[in-house]
């Protein structure tokens, strides 16, 4: 039996968990999945980090399939769409504390291997779009023939 991802139900947990916490809710979005609405002069390197605490955002929607809201950027009211697969990681500003999801195929790529998560805590020295998917890591050309064995979470924590 296939499941849905427990993305998005991860994320609404630690959405309500940092909120709780009286700890501030950031979201990092690979900018370039399709159906990602963000205001593109804020994207660097292909991502996003978006503050979507109710003090910042309107109207925050956190269903299965996508992230809603209505944000102030630049003095311009605009409304974000974040796919779930597009969900790179949410924390709390504050502290780091959070999650950092693996990436997820596109829906018309063959899925090799099955989702994983991964805890990590982002440091305060830290820059949010530093934070990228292990998959990008610059290692020697060799490996990149190698197929990736499931199993094993492949993150990388920037300090």
Same mark, same amino acid.
């Not at 993305?7 to 947990?13: E, G, H, L, S």
């Not at 940092?18 to 399709?34: E, F, G, K, Q, W």
């Not at 790179?88 to 998560?117: K, L, T």
């Given at each position: 039996?296939?499941?849905t ?5 991860i ?5 309500e968990?940092?909120?709780d ?8 979005v690979?900018?370039a999945r ?8 804020f994207?660097k390197?292909?991502q996003i980090v978006?503050n979507?605490?109710?003090?910042? *955002?309107?109207a925050l ?5 996508m ?8 003095g311009e009211?605009?409304?974000?769409? *974040?796919p ?11 502290n780091g504390?959070?999650? *950092?999801f693996?990436?997820e195929?596109?829906v018309?790529e063959?899925e090799e ?5 991964g805890l ?10 530093e *934070?990228?998917p292990?998959?990008t ?12 064995k499931?199993?094993r ?7």
């Amino acid at each position: 039996m296939t499941m849905t991802s427990s993305r998005p139900y991860i994320a609404r947990a630690l959405y309500e968990w940092i909120l709780d916490n009286d700890c501030t809710p950031y979201i990092l979005v690979d900018a370039a999945r399709r159906g990602v609405e963000v205001p593109c002069e804020f994207v660097k390197d292909g991502q996003i980090v978006l503050n979507i605490s109710p003090s910042a *955002v309107r109207a925050l929607q956190m269903d299965n399939d996508m992230i809603t809201f209505s944000g102030r950027f630049g003095g311009e009211a605009l409304n974000i769409t *974040v796919p779930s697969d597009a969900l790179m990681a949410i924390y709390a500003r504050e502290n780091g504390q959070g999650m *950092v999801f693996e990436v997820e195929p596109q829906v018309d790529e063959p899925e090799e291997q099955e989702a994983e998560i991964g805890l990590v805590e982002v440091t305060s020295e830290s820059k949010p779009a530093e *934070v990228k998917p292990a998959d990008t890591d610059q290692s020697d050309e060799s490996d990149d023939k190698k197929p990736k064995k499931p199993g094993r979470p492949h993150l990388k924590v920037v300090k």
